[in-house]
Structure formats: C-alpha cells, structure tokens
C-alpha cells in the first residue's frame, strides 16, 4: 500500500522526469556550417562565389568540384561555369573537421542567340512569324534595364525573360512589348544579376527597325 509520503514524493518526482525527457528529446542538432547558395542555376562562361558560414561567420573550408568539365571552383570557394550541363556537386570539407561537410548544387545553362552589346543598336526585321532571339549579360547592382525598338516599316513586339529565351505568349515573360507597329519598350527596375534574352517577334513584315538594350549604371 502507498504511504502519503510515498504518493508526495512520486508527485513530486514525475515532473522532474518529464522535465529531463524533454531536456533530451527537444535539443536541436545545429549543423557545422552552412553553404550558401544551396540550389542555383548559372550560365556557362560565368562565375558564382559561394559562402561557408557558421551563424552568419565564416569558416575554414576546402572546396571541390565532383565534375570539373562542367564546374570548378577554386580555395576561396568561387565556381566557374565550364559547360552546360548538371547539376554539379560543389562540395566544402570544414578544416578543423574533415568529417564535417556541406554542398551546393549547380546546374549550368547554355547561352542561346545572338549576343548584343550594351547600348548599341541593331536593324531588325524579316517575314510575319520569323523570331530573333538576342542575350546581354547583367551584371550585379544594375538599377535598371531597358530595351527598345523603333522605325523602319511593318510590326514588330519584344519579349524579355532572365535565364531562359521567352515565348511570345507574354505569360510568363517579366516583360512584353506589342503594340501596333515598331515603337516598342520593355524596362525594368534593379534587375537580377544575370543573363537576360530578347524575343523579336515579327507580327507582320517588317524590315529596317533598330533594336537596342541598355542598362545603368
């Protein structure tokens, strides 16, 4: 039979079991490091700086690339885009740990069209339904870019994208341009660092139109 001082003394003893389980169980697992950015795509012939970080610091890391024809990176953990293709481990070993690791996967782009200069104008046209893809890179802490199309004769529309060439269908382009005829302009504001494609797409037979794409600063 329990004594009343036996029942006290388990009362009393329940919670600071139940305490000490959960001290236990809810102790979350920090990781060593961590690499930044994790998932990313990037264009061939371009360059990507990874971070190894420990609560925002920095920390001692070797870098190593598990397919260097299509990715490197060098010790201070900046990856080169060799060729298209991926995704590409790009794998940091903590010095102080080498059982301690972190990764980043990269997938590499192929560039595609035509590239074009900055601020420099090309003549443009052709027959109804012929298309013209155009590239420029932007480079990082651009405030704004801007393309633009106007003269000659005929109708001619602009769509714009990052990364990958748009379609004319204007769903899913970040910008588009078609109105009637050739005066024609796609801008914007602080745009992400990489490159961006031009869709020219003749709506009706078009010939001498100049085509032009700048960004500041």
């Given at each position: 039979m329990m004594t009343r001082y036996?029942?006290?003394?388990?009362?009393?003893?329940?919670?600071?079991?139940?305490?000490?389980?959960?001290?236990?169980?809810?102790?979350?697992q920090q990781p060593a490091f961590e690499v930044s950015p994790q998932?990313?795509?990037i264009d061939e012939g371009t360059t990507l700086q990874l971070t190894a970080t420990n609560g925002g610091n920095p920390v001692d890391v070797d870098w190593k690339s598990d397919n260097t024809a299509i990715a490197t990176v060098n010790?201070?953990?900046l990856v080169t885009a060799?060729?298209?293709?991926?995704?590409v481990g790009i794998i940091?070993?903590?010095?102080?740990?080498?059982?301690?690791?972190?990764?980043?996967?990269?997938?590499?782009?192929?560039?595609?069209?035509?590239?074009?200069?900055?601020n420099t104008a090309v003549t443009v046209g052709g027959e109804t339904g012929d298309q013209l893809l155009y590239r420029i890179f932007v480079p990082a802490?651009?405030?704004q870019l801007t393309a633009t199309l106007s003269g000659g004769s005929g109708d001619i529309d602009i769509f714009v994208r990052r990364g990958t060439p748009p379609t004319n269908s204007g769903t899913q382009d970040t910008c588009h341009s078609w109105n009637a005829g050739n005066g024609e302009s796609c801008t914007i504001a602080n745009p992400q660092s990489g490159t961006w494609y031009f869709l020219?797409?003749?709506?009706?037979?078009?010939?001498?139109?100049?085509f032009k794409v700048n960004y500041t600063p």
């Open positions: 036996s029942k006290v003394f388990t009362l009393l003893a329940l919670p600071a079991f139940f305490a000490g389980c959960n001290d236990y169980n809810f102790t979350p998932f990313v795509g010790s201070s953990g060799v060729a298209p293709g991926g995704p940091a070993t903590l010095k102080s740990d080498p059982t301690k690791t972190g990764a980043s996967s990269i997938t590499i782009n192929k560039l595609q069209g035509v590239s074009i200069a900055k802490g651009t405030t020219i797409d003749v709506f009706d037979k078009a010939a001498g139109a100049s």
